[in-house]
Each structure stands twice: as structure tokens, then as C-alpha cells.
């Protein structure tokens, strides 16, 4: 029973194009992450919400867009898909904002040709 | 500066060997630490944290802060292959955010 699941795993698509990332997590937990690891496995965080408000958000283009409709899911919309949004993209949740511990998905590999 | 870096590596190590992985930070102010695990096309998972200075062990797993130096090292011994992964220190800042270093890829090879 996955913890944190995000969908799609795998994203090829065109520069251009608009595309959407899920996530859901089934811990109870009150906080929700979008973090981009590079190619060189840096990994950044983009976003946090907490109980659906953004409490976190980093010097991101606005073509990123998150959106919480409930405290257990988070989804990523990304408009005008450009060459350098390749990346994989980690959806996580923590208890709350000041807990120390977060738990990661699988990753989205995304991948803008 | 970054405020936490980190060697990338590549390290490579025979079964058997002690594994030292090493962070540096620029913050004074930061009083946790901790060491993700990533093995690979996963995602991280929490290895251990440390509080101030001073060491933690957990099993083959040592985590070491000295704060007097912004330095924070993760020890393994006797490593297995099944260590092999990338290894990611990580702070939380005042701010609620976890900050990475750019984590250490490690092999251990049988």
C-alpha cells in the first residue's frame, strides 16, 4: 500500500505543451511537497502546502502551478513545457511543516523534447 | 556559497570498507541534521538525524555534527552492496524547508 503515489511515472512530451502531475498520500499527514531533482541529483524544493494553503513557494516560473483540492493530494500543472523543466519531479508529505521527516514518492521523469 | 554542499562522487568501495560522507553547511543557526537515502529511480528515504553536535549510531550507521566546523559526516561500516545508492544531507531551515545537499553516489562493489 503506497504511502506517497504520484502519476505519471514517466512524462515524454513536446516543448510547448501543458501537463499535469498528481499526487496522493494515504499518511494523514497535513503537508504536501513538490520538489525538482536535476540531472546532476540536486533536489530543490518548489512548493509546500499546508492543510491545502501554500505555505512554500520558491523562486519558481509561473508556468508551475500546484493545486490541493484536499490535504491528501497535491498536483503540479505545468504550462509552456520547456527544454529545461526536464527533471524528475518528487511529490512528499510530512506530518505537519515542522516536522523533520518527509516521505517521498517514486518520482515523475519528465522529459521535454 | 550554497548553503550545504556536498561532493558529488562518484565513490567506489570494495565490500568490507568504512564509508565516510561528508557535508558542509554555512549557517550557524541550523541545529538539525539529516541523511536521506536514495537508492536509484526512487525516491529519498530519511536515514537518520542528528540534534546539535555530537554522534548517533544506528546500526552500521554513524552520523556525526561539528557544528564548531559546519561540518556533518555519515559514517557506514562494513559496507554492503545493498548500501549502494546516493546518499543526500539535508537541513531544515528556519523557514520549514529541507535543504539538500547535492547528494554522494555511492557503489560498493562485492
Known amino acids: 500500500d503506497t504511502a506517497v503515489s504520484q502519476t505519471p511515472k514517466y512524462l515524454v512530451t513536446q516543448m510547448g505543451n501543458d501537463k499535469s502531475i498528481k499526487c496522493e498520500q494515504n499518511?494523514?499527514?497535513?503537508?504536501m511537497y513538490w520538489y525538482k531533482q536535476d540531472s546532476k541529483k540536486f533536489l530543490k524544493i518548489m512548493f509546500s502546502y499546508n492543510n491545502k494553503e501554500l505555505i512554500i513557494n520558491e523562486t519558481v516560473p509561473n508556468r508551475f502551478s500546484p493545486k490541493s483540492p484536499d490535504k491528501a493530494h497535491l498536483n503540479l500543472h505545468i504550462n509552456s513545457l520547456e527544454l529545461g523543466d526536464s527533471a524528475v519531479y518528487f511529490c512528499?508529505?510530512?506530518?505537519?511543516?515542522?516536522?523533520?521527516?518527509?516521505?517521498f514518492g517514486q518520482g515523475t521523469r519528465l522529459t521535454v523534447v | 556559497q550554497k548553503e550545504v554542499e556536498q561532493d558529488p562522487g562518484p565513490l567506489s568501495v570494495p565490500e568490507g570498507a568504512i564509508v565516510s560522507l561528508n557535508c558542509t553547511y554555512s549557517?550557524?543557526?541550523?541545529?538539525?541534521f539529516m541523511w536521506y537515502r536514495q537508492y536509484s529511480r526512487k525516491g529519498p528515504e530519511l536515514l537518520m538525524y542528528?540534534?546539535?553536535?555530537g554522534n548517533k549510531e544506528d546500526g552500521r550507521f554513524t552520523a556525526q555534527v561539528d557544528k564548531s566546523s559546519k561540518y556533518i559526516s555519515l559514517f557506514i561500516r562494513d559496507s554492503q552492496p545493498s548500501d549502494s545508492a546516493t546518499y543526500l544531507c539535508?537541513?531544515?531551515?528556519?523557514?520549514?524547508?529541507?535543504?539538500f545537499g547535492q547528494g554522494t553516489t555511492l557503489q560498493v562493489k562485492p
Open positions: 512528499a508529505s510530512s506530518q505537519d511543516h515542522r516536522d523533520l521527516e518527509a516521505f
Open positions: 542528528t540534534y546539535s553536535s
Open positions: 549557517n550557524s543557526a541550523f541545529q538539525y
Open positions: 499518511l494523514g499527514h497535513d503537508t
Open positions: 539535508a537541513i531544515p531551515s528556519n523557514t520549514g524547508k529541507l535543504i
